[in-house]
Structures are given as structure tokens and as C-alpha cells.
């Protein structure tokens, strides 16, 4: 019974678990108090000092701004004590504007153009093959990276569509449904949005550990690239998983990383951060969330109809032999040579149930 | 790391000559007739997690989905849900009868009957604890009804229906009693009109264990029992039960316990095989309504333990290691865990135990009528590999059991695999090795070489300094 | 009548009334009806042994504690189950409908990030287990229809549930209340009956065992 590797998969995500609840708990608990905090502190405490006007307009802004300290006592919790008005909030405030901001507006074409673009490949060139099916299988991916893989698909798709809709609800879909519906999706959207955050993030590190292996740069990547992927006819050789694979995981692992942090200082804002970084982690989040949500497309696409036979490795775990040999010629060859140097074949088909 | 693509092969034998939509509603209503509180609460209480594939050894063995445990009783499942499910009344409404296909309960055969020895271990890791063995014998009977089962199996069965046992008549069984006295000079008690004991048989062991036979009378003449053979009565073993054939399965049980009520005996004691004990023990009441109280059912296993606990039996010591090989429906399914390890201890042996042993341990494959259905053997060879690993594992000197079924299984498989151990019969290593005043047993003679004991006799003087040649040809084909 | 006025009245009555009525009926079926047999005379005791397996089966069997499916199952799935419990019976808007509806519970609720928290589990245990039952070619292969189903309605009472968080719009309220009826509907009829069968295909088993003086 060859299961004992799928054990050490299993005490990983457990300590995921663990570790999710433990940076969950603290932030949390902050939460509700919030309201209370501030207007308690704003009955309590007398107001600015120095109403008489000693000092001058430009010092009292500049302390107004930057929190000299006595002027006036924000939340005892708050990073900012003393800060009252933030000047960069006015720079953010405008590339935040849902009409006019240059995120909503570049992200929108940027996606339309994605899908464009990949409508046209797919008409051009349709989906890519690799021949006869030898009938031989490999196995490519282990129940766990399965399991992972689909489970963050899941949730991605989820906060994709929830998110997306904060960030595009007022220009494209409030004038399309109306004032109340919108308000209805949206509060229902930022729940969704705010509890299935920090699943992603589990399911992130999850991804992380379950992928890396074969993610880092080789020289092959070079070849691959030299000859266009493959995807303009021609042969593109690959390890286990070629260039634009290597890029999409680190794509996924940098900007679901920036997600899952800026999420959290964005849904714990009086513990963790200032109002400057809540409005930077604002910025990144939606940049990242573009970019990560343009390339999942591409991924989309090519884990699908683009190429015949891959969907198939995520699910059951096998590809013909093949597939393997059109697109990752060179992890083939590794891994029957590992066959024939050892007797894994039995392993590897139980590993694979 | 490449493995070839499995093909779907259909292998079903058909018994009987019946249209197909009479084996539907055969199927049917004999799946019906099994459902009850246990049935139906377990069919309702599974959540398709598939932990008791992690538990089979056919599964483990192939690492073949279709053979995940709760998988082989789908047909069984599927007419509770056509019959009992929450929109059966619509048929009724309807006017309809609702019915399996014929092709499902085809293609069912061979997971019905070729991968289940009904040895309960997937019950085991079920976290709902369904009793999936159970489900299979009760799915057998819809089966059997259809005319469903592997060739083999039925001629067993129709072997055991015209002819009294598998092994043949009444006289048949005299005739070998009486060849068993002769070979080793044992007087063996036969048709006592009235007696405390009736001492049940294996097929197997009237055809090729005689020294299993005369061991096991020696035991029972060393400790004093007053008991018989029934010539009317000897056949241990329940083909009904193993087939799905819920008549005969009665009748065959009930034939013993009416015998030994009439020769006035106290106690039925079941030879080393281990569905009879399930069919004997623990099966009996449902034939007569109420548990068989005045009568003690016991397993020769059993009897021979306690008596070593009560100081009546010693052994000498026959020293090296030995590891056992629990039958399931000894151990898992029947109590015994114990007894087979007092008798190894009483032998002095070192008992090492295998990874895993007990009620945990695997089933030597043969096990619910896999044995006899010939067809079956290239899957249950699979399955031996887990449990020739784990005899590796222990290094011990011997391989030991108390199961004439599993004995012949292993004995198979051994021989096809050219494993090289050899596997032994508990009870025989008594016979040869108890302290007794009772004569000793007999060397056959040359000439008449008798069927498949001469090393085993030659076996028995030398058991004393250690392994006893208990090998012996792979049993005859039947 | 608004529509939830209906949800919350007459709908919610019949809803709640079928799964009563008819879970119970099909727990009297499961249990009183078809072949019974007389038990052999016991050596051990059924009653404990049944007992032993109830309880026993809370854990995964010991010869599967190397055996990752088995950890996954169970972590999962407990991670699933209890979250799923803590937010059904001690989430603030779960209490006071039930207060409302059905009985004064004597607790008290548990605080909103517990609640919060609890359904994160719920959902990692929820969707793990079910994104399983498509890539895992042993279960993929036993899973029926309900199966899915069933993990389908439980996966989206719970998302609009989390929807309605906000508590700002009746909407939302609905649709979670709506749904919540919609699968106490189906319950009685499916493989979520396991909530209420668990104890007896384990006691049923455990006795056998016990009856026969070895463990299940
Ligand atoms: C519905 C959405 C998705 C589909 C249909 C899909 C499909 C696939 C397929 C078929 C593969 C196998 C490729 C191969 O054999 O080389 C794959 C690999 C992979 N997928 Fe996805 N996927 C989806 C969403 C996601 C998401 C949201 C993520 C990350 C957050 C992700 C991360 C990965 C990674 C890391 C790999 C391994 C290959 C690599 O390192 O790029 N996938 N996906
Ligand atoms: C104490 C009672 C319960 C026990 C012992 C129990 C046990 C289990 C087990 C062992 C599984 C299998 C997990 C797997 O798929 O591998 C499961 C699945 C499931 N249970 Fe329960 N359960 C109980 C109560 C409930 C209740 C009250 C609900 C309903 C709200 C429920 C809903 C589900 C669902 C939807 C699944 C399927 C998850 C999937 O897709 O795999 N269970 N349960
Ligand atoms: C993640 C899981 C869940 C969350 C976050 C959740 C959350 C909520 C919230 C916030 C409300 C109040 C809605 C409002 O007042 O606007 C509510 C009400 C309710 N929930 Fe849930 N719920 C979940 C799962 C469930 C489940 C599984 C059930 C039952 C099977 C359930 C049954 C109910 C009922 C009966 C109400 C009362 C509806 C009403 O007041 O109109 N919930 N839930
Ligand atoms: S009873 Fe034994 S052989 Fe039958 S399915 Fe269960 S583990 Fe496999
Ligand atoms: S282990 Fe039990 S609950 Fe799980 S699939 Fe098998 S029979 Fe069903």
C-alpha cells in the first residue's frame, strides 16, 4: 500500500488549517468593536486644543494630516493616532472613480482584449492535438494536486465573480439592472467576497506546495520559447511544464499572493494598517486581480479547448503518452526512464486512485 | 509509470434456461426479499466517500475502481431505490413495475460473486460501519435467483443438492470413513445411534486431509467425548450460503442441528472451515425462528483451546517460528480471535504475528466461493501478493492455519507463485504433536498410497524437532 | 402576501412539516419494515458492542492512520460537519429564527467572527470534499446523482447564507430562507438522511459484532 505519500500531503493541509484559523482569530475579533471604539472616543475626549488660533493654518493642516499628536484621538487601535484627514486619499479618490477610473477602464478593455485575442487564436488555429492517442497512459497529476487545484479553480471563479462585480458593478451592470438590485448583488457580492477570502488564500498555499516542483526556469524554457510554444504549428519542447505554465503558476502565486495579503489588511483595516496602505493595498488588490484574472483566461482556454487531452490529466490524473510527448517532451522521458529503473508503475496507478 | 488502458470485458456465466425478463424478475424479488432494518438502515447511511476501497484487497490489490466494496452491490442497491426510493409510489401510480436490466445484473456477476470473499474488512474502515459482507450475501440471493453465478459455483451447488455433499452420498462418506480408519489405525465412531457429540467434515478433508480427519479424532478420543459421524449428516460446509441458494442454505444447516437433536447429543462441533461457522453459529436461528439453545454449536478451534486452558490437552514443544493466517469468518466475523493462539502457544511455538493479523488481517482470497469459482483465480492471485508480503515480513519458520478453505487457497497460490513456504494445518500440528496415551497414528502403508497424506504421517513423527512436511500436491481439481 | 411573508409563513410550515413528517416516516420504513431473523444466542454483548461502534467510528479505523485518503476524509470532513453545526445552531440570525419558530434554545450566541469562522471551515471542508467527488476516480465512480445534489443545495443554502450577512436586504433574506426550505424539502428523500441513519447502520453492525464476541 503504497499511500504514505499522500499522508504528508494531508498533514499539510491540516496544518493550513490550523494556520488559517490562527491569523483569522486575532483580526476577527477586532472587527465589531470598531464603531464602538470611535464614538466612544469621540464623546470621551475633549476636542482640538488650541481653538484660539496661536498657531497657523499651514500648522494646523500639516497636524490635521500627519497627527501631531493631541489634536484629536482616532481609534486607540488604529496604526494612524492623531492622524484626521488623509491628503492621498484625494489621489486615491480618483483612480478609485467608478466612472472614471483608468483601473476600471483599462482592466475592462484589457479582459475584453484577452478574450478577443483567444476567440481569434481559437478560430485561427482551433485546438491544438498531438495526433493518434498512443492508448499508453501517465500518470501527471496525484489525487491531492487534483483535489487542490480544483478546489482553488472553485473558489477563484467565486471571488473572481464576486469581486469583479465590486469593481465593475457601478459603470456596466447598476445601469443594466438598476439602483436597488445593484445594491442587493453588491452587499450580497461583498460578503461572498470578504468569507471566501481567506479560503483562497488556504487553498493558495495549498497550490503553492503542490505545484512548485517543476515551476522554476530551465534552459528548455528558452527552446520553448524560440519556437513559439508550439502554438504556431511546430514542435516546442518542454520539461513538466512548459514556460507559459511556469509563468502562470508564479503569476498565480505573486498576484494571489498580493491579493491575499492586501485582502486581509482591507478586511481587518483597523489592526493591521494605516489608511494609506488600505488605499495602496486597494490599488493592488484590483491590479492584481486584473492581472491574475487576465492570464487565468489563457489558462482557462488552454486547460480546456485549447489543447485536446489536458483536461484530462487535471481529472483523472492520466495523459496519453502522446500528449505528453507533443507537449512535454522532455518530463516524458524522465519519467519512463524512472519506470523502467524501478518497478513504480504499481505506485504511481495507486497514487493516481 | 506508463500503464496500458484497461478494456472492459464482460464475464458472466448464465445457469438455468430463462428469458432475460424472467432473471430481471427473479433478481428483483430476491433482492426484495432481503431488505430489512439492517439492509435498508445501512443502504441509507452511505456517503460515497470510498474509504472502504482502502480496505479491500481486491481494490488494493489492482488498484481497480470497480472493485471498491459499496460499487459491488449496486444492482442490490438500485432496486431498493427503484422499489423503496422516495418516488417508488410513482410507479405504483403508474401502474408500472419497475425493474433492473438484465445487462446491469450481467455485468454485476463478476463483482457479485468473483471479487467478494464477504470477509467484512471494508466494514471495518467504513465510518458508517456498513456491513457491506452482509449486503453481498443478501445481493447473492437475487442473483441466485436469476441464474446469475459463475458456472462452478452452480455445479457445486447442484453437487450438493442431489448428493447429500459436494464430497457425494452417504455412502460415499462411509466408504471413506472406513479407508481413513484403515490408512491410520484409528477407530472413527460412524452413525452411533445415540452419542454427545456430532463431529462434522469438510469435503476437502474426506478428499485429500485424512490426517486432518484422524488428527482431529484423536483430540476428540484423548479427551474422552462420546461422539459420532452421521453418515446422514456429515457435510460441514454450506454451498447455499456461499451461492446466494437461501433453501439449501436452510436446509443444509438444519439437517445438522435435527440430527444432532436426534441422536441426543449437546454438542455440534464445526470442523476447521470457516463460513460453516458463520452458517452454523451464527446463522442457524433464522431458520428456526428462535436461537438454537439446547444444542452447542462450537468450532473444533474452539473446543481444542479450551481444552488446553482446562490442563486437559499438552502438546510437546515443537519450538520454531510460526506465523497465522486469521480466517476471516473465524476471527473478524466469528470470535475466535484467541483460540488458534492459545493452541500455537501450546505447541510452543513463536507466534509471529503478520502486518496485519487478527481482525484486521486480510483474507487469503478464496474465502464466500471465490475458491470455487475457478474463474476468478488470476484476480485472486492479486490478491495473494498482499498476503505474501506480509508472511515475508515475519521470517517465520511456519505458516499456519485453521481453515481448510483457506488452506487450499494458499495452497494454490502458493504453488502458482512459487512462494516458498509452505502452509500447515493448526489442527494437524496437534494431532501430531499432542501428549497422549491414545495410540499413535498409523504410517499408511506402501502401495496404497493414500490421497495426499504420506509425507504428512512421515511429518508427524518428525514434528517434534520442528517443520512438519506438510506439503503436499495442490489439491485435486474437482 | 409578499413573497416573504410566504416564505416566512406558509411556506416555511409546509417545508419544515414534509421533513418532519416524511423523515420520520422514512426513518419508521428504514427501521420497522421487511425481513427480520431471529439472532443466534450471543456471546458477547450486542448492546455494547453496538455501543463500541457508534462511538469507535467517530475515528478512522486504526489500520488507516498511514493512509492519506483517510486523513483527508476525515479532516475534511469533520472540518465540514462541526463547522456546518456551529453556524446552524449558534449563529445569531439562526438562533433567534429558531427562538421564533420552533424553540427557545437556552444559549446564547456565539459572536459574529466565530460565526464567520465556523462557516470557513464549513465551506474548505464542503468544497474540498465535493471537488473530490469529480477527481477521485473511486468515489467519481459510486457517486450517484444525489450525491451531488445533495452537496449542491447544502453548498448553496450555505452561500446565500453568507450573502445575507449584511442583513440589509430582505432579498437576500428570502433567497437564503427560500433555499433552506427547497432542501429541507429534499432532505428526507436523499442521501442527507445519513444524519439521522449513522447510528443505526453503525449500531446494527456493532451489535452483530458484539452478539458474536468480536469487534466491528
Ligand atoms: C476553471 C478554471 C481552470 C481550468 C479549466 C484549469 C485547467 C487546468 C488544467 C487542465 C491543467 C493541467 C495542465 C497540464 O497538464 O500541464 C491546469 C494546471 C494548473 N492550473 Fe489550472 N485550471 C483552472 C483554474 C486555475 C486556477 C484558478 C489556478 C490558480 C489559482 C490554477 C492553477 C494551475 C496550476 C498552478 C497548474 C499547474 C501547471 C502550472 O504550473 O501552470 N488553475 N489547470
Ligand atoms: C452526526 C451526523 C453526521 C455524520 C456522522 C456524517 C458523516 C458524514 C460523512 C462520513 C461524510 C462523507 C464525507 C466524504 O464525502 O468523504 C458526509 C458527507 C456529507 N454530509 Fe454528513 N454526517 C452527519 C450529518 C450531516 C448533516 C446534518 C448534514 C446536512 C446538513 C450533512 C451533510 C453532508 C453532505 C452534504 C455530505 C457530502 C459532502 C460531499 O460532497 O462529499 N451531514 N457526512
Ligand atoms: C455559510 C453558511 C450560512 C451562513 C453564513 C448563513 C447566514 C445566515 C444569515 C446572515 C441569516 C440572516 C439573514 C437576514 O436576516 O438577512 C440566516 C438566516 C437563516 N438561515 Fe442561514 N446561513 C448559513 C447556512 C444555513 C444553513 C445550512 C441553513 C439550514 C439548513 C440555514 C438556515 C437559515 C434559516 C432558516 C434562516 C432564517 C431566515 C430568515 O430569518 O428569514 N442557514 N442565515
Ligand atoms: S467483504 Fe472483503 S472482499 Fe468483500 S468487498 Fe469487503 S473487503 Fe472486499
Ligand atoms: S466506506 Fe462506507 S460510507 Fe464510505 S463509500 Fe464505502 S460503504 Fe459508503
Redesign the interface.
Known amino acids: 500500500m503504497a499511500i504514505n505519500k499522500r499522508h504528508s500531503a494531508v498533514r499539510l493541509l491540516w496544518s493550513l488549517f490550523l494556520l488559517a484559523f490562527l491569523m483569522a482569530m486575532p483580526a476577527l475579533t477586532g472587527n465589531d468593536s470598531l464603531l464602538a471604539q470611535e464614538s466612544s472616543a469621540a464623546r470621551a475626549e475633549p476636542g482640538p486644543p488650541n481653538t484660539l488660533g496661536k498657531r497657523s493654518d499651514a500648522e494646523i493642516w500639516h497636524d490635521l494630516r500627519l497627527g501631531a499628536g493631541g489634536i484629536a484621538n482616532p481609534p486607540t487601535g488604529s496604526r494612524e493616532a492623531g492622524a484626521v484627514i488623509n491628503a492621498e486619499g484625494w489621489e486615491w479618490a480618483k483612480l478609485r472613480n467608478p466612472e472614471k477610473s483608468p483601473i476600471v477602464h483599462y482592466g475592462a478593455w484589457g479582459l475584453l482584449a484577452i478574450l478577443g485575442l483567444l476567440v481569434l487564436f481559437y478560430l485561427i488555429r482551433g485546438p491544438v492535438g498531438h495526433g493518434e492517442d498512443s492508448g499508453r497512459r501517465i500518470l501527471r497529476f496525484r489525487l491531492s494536486q487534483r483535489v487542490v487545484h480544483w478546489s482553488i479553480a472553485f473558489v477563484f471563479i467565486l471571488m473572481g465573480l464576486t469581486g469583479l462585480s465590486i469593481l465593475f458593478g457601478r459603470p456596466f451592470i447598476l445601469p443594466l439592472i438598476g439602483k436597488e438590485a445593484h445594491s442587493i448583488l453588491l452587499t450580497a457580492a461583498m460578503q461572498a467576497h470578504n468569507l471566501f477570502g481567506p479560503i483562497f488564500a488556504l487553498f493558495l498555499l495549498g497550490l503553492f506546495v503542490h505545484f512548485l516542483r517543476g515551476n522554476f526556469p530551465s534552459l528548455v524554457d528558452i527552446k520553448w520559447l524560440l519556437k513559439g510554444g508550439g502554438f504556431f504549428g511546430g514542435h516546442a519542447p518542454a520539461g513538466r511544464y512548459n514556460l507559459g505554465e511556469k509563468a502562470w503558476f508564479w503569476t498565480a502565486v505573486i498576484a494571489g499572493g498580493a491579493l491575499s495579503v492586501t485582502g486581509f489588511l482591507m478586511l481587518f483595516p483597523d489592526y493591521l494598517a494605516t489608511r494609506n496602505t488600505i488605499h495602496l493595498s486597494e490599488l493592488i488588490h484590483a491590479i492584481a486581480a486584473l492581472v491574475m484574472i487576465g492570464f487565468s483566461l489563457g489558462h482557462i482556454y488552454l486547460g480546456t479547448i485549447g489543447t485536446r487531452g489536458t483536461l484530462k490529466g487535471m481529472v483523472d490524473g492520466y495523459v496519453d503518452e502522446n500528449w505528453a510527448r507533443a507537449h512535454h517532451d522532455r518530463w516524458l522521458e524522465e519519467e519512463l526512464e524512472k519506470a523502467e529503473s524501478g518497478d513504480q508503475a504499481r505506485e504511481t496507478a495507486e497514487e493516481g486512485a | ?5 484497461t478494456e472492459k470485458h464482460r464475464s458472466f456465466d448464465k445457469q438455468r434456461d430463462l428469458p432475460d425478463e424472467v432473471r430481471v424478475e427473479n433478481a428483483m424479488a430476491g433482492f426484495v ?10 443502504m ?8 472502504c ?3 479491500c484487497h481486491f ?2 490489490a489492482t ?1 481497480e ?2 472493485y ?1 466494496p ?2 459491488k452491490i449496486k444492482p442490490f442497491e438500485d432496486a431498493y431505490a427503484l422499489t ?4 417508488s409510489w410513482l410507479h405504483g401510480l403508474l401502474g408500472r413495475k419497475p425493474k433492473l436490466t438484465i445487462e446491469e445484473l450481467e455485468e454485476w456477476e463478476e463483482l457479485i460473486y468473483d471479487s467478494c470473499n464477504m470477509c ?1 474488512r471494508c ?9 457491506i459482507a ?1 449486503l453481498v450475501k443478501d445481493a447473492r440471493r437475487g442473483m441466485y435467483a436469476a441464474g446469475l453465478l459463475p458456472d462452478r459455483l452452480a455445479r457445486i451447488v447442484r453437487n450438493a443438492e442431489k448428493q447429500h455433499s459436494p464430497f457425494g452420498s452417504p455412502e460415499d462418506f462411509r466408504k471413506t470413513i472406513k479407508e481413513i480408519e484403515r490408512e491410520y489405525g484409528i477407530p472413527l465412531p460412524l452413525d452411533k445411534p445415540k452419542a454427545d457429540v456430532l463431529m462434522t467434515l469438510t469435503p476437502e478433508a474426506l478428499e485429500n486431509r485424512h490426517f486432518g480427519v484422524a488428527s482431529m479424532a484423536r483430540v476428540l478420543h484423548h479427551l474422552g467425548l462420546d461422539w459420532t459421524f452421521c453418515s446422514d449428516a456429515f457435510e460441514a460446509t454450506n454451498f447455499g450460503y456461499l451461492s446466494g441458494n437461501m433453501e439449501l442454505q436452510g436446509a443444509l444447516t438444519v439437517r445438522l442441528i435435527d440430527k444432532a437433536r436426534e441422536i441426543g447429543a449437546s454438542m455440534l462441533i464445526v470442523p476447521e472451515c470457516g463460513h460453516a461457522w458463520g452458517a452454523t ?6 431458520w ?6 439446547d444444542i452447542r454449536i462450537r468450532h473444533i478451534v474452539e473446543v481444542l483451546a479450551d481444552a488446553v486452558e482446562d490442563g486437559k490437552l499438552e502438546c510437546r514443544p515443537v519450538g520454531e517460528s510460526a506465523t497465522f493466517h486469521d480466517p476471516c469468518q473465524q ?5 475466535l ?1 484467541e483460540k488458534p493462539r492459545i493452541l500455537m502457544r501450546a505447541l510452543g511455538m513463536e507466534l509471529r504475528e503478520m502486518d ?1 493479523h487478527g ?2 488481517a486480510f483474507c487469503c482470497g478464496g474465502g464466500g466461493g471465490v475458491l470455487a469459482n475457478e474463474r476468478a483465480g488470476p484476480l485472486r492471485l492479486k490478491a495473494f501478493e498482499l498476503k505474501k508480503r506480509a508472511v515475508e515480513e515475519t521470517g517465520a519458520d511456519h505458516f499456519v492455519t485453521s481453515c481448510n478453505i483457506c488452506e487450499m487457497t494458499l495452497g494454490r497460490d502458493i504453488e502458482a507463485t512459487g512462494f516458498d513456504k509452505q502452509i500447515e494445518s493448526l489442527i494437524d500440528l496437534i494431532g501430531a504433536n499432542m501428549i497422549t496415551d491414545q495410540p499413535p497414528l498409523k504410517a499408511p502403508g506402501r502401495g496404497a498410497k493414500p490421497k495426499g497424506a504420506g509425507k504428512r504421517a512421515a511429518g508427524a513423527k518428525k514434528a517434534g524437532k520442528g517443520r512438519s512436511a506438510t506439503r503436499r500436491k495442490p489439491a485435486a481439481k474437482k | 402576501m409578499t413573497l416573504l411573508e410566504l416564505l416566512e409563513g406558509p411556506l416555511w410550515i409546509a417545508s419544515a412539516s414534509i421533513f418532519v413528517v416524511f423523515a420520520a416516516f422514512r426513518l419508521i420504513v428504514i427501521l420497522f419494515t421487511g425481513r427480520r431473523e431471529a439472532e443466534a444466542r450471543p456471546v458477547g454483548s450486542p448492546f455494547l458492542g453496538a455501543l463500541r461502534t457508534i462511538l469507535g467510528h467517530f475515528l478512522p479505523w486504526r489500520r488507516l492512520l498511514g493512509n492519506g485518503k483517510a486523513w483527508f476524509v476525515t479532516i475534511a470532513g469533520y472540518s465540514f460537519h462541526i463547522g456546518l453545526f456551529v453556524l446552524l445552531l449558534f449563529a445569531a440570525p439562526h438562533v433567534e429564527f429558531i427562538r421564533e419558530k420552533i424553540v427557545n434554545l437556552p444559549w446564547d450566541p456565539i459572536p459574529r467572527w466565530g460565526f464567520i469562522l465556523s462557516a470557513q471551515f464549513a465551506f474548505a471542508g464542503l468544497i474540498t470534499l465535493w471537488v473530490r467527488r469529480f477527481v477521485d476516480p473511486v468515489v467519481r465512480l459510486i457517486s450517484r446523482p444525489d450525491d451531488h445534489v445533495a452537496a449542491g443545495l447544502t453548498f448553496i443554502v450555505m452561500l446565500t447564507g453568507c450573502m445575507a450577512l449584511g442583513e440589509q436586504s430582505a432579498f437576500l433574506r428570502g433567497l437564503h430562507l427560500g433555499l433552506v426550505e427547497l432542501w429541507l424539502i429534499y432532505f428526507p428523500f436523499s442521501s442527507l438522511m445519513h444524519t439521522f441513519t449513522w447510528p443505526f447502520s453503525r449500531g446494527f453492525t456493532g451489535a452483530m459484532a458484539g452478539r458474536r464476541g468480536t469487534r466491528a
Open positions: 509509470m506508463t500503464s496500458d488502458t426479499a432481503e431488505f430489512g432494518p439492517k439492509a435498508q438502515s445501512w441509507n447511511a452511505c456517503v460515497r466517500c470510498g474509504l476501497a482502502e480496505a481494490y488494493l488498484g475502481e470497480k471498491t459499496i460499487h423503496h426510493g422516495p418516488f467484512g466494514t471495518l474502515a467504513c465510518p458508517m460501519g456498513i456491513d452482509s453459529r451464527w446463522e442457524a436461528a433464522k428456526y425462528g428462535a436461537p438454537v439453545d476471527i473478524r466475523r466469528g470470535g480471535e496485519p481482525l484486521d
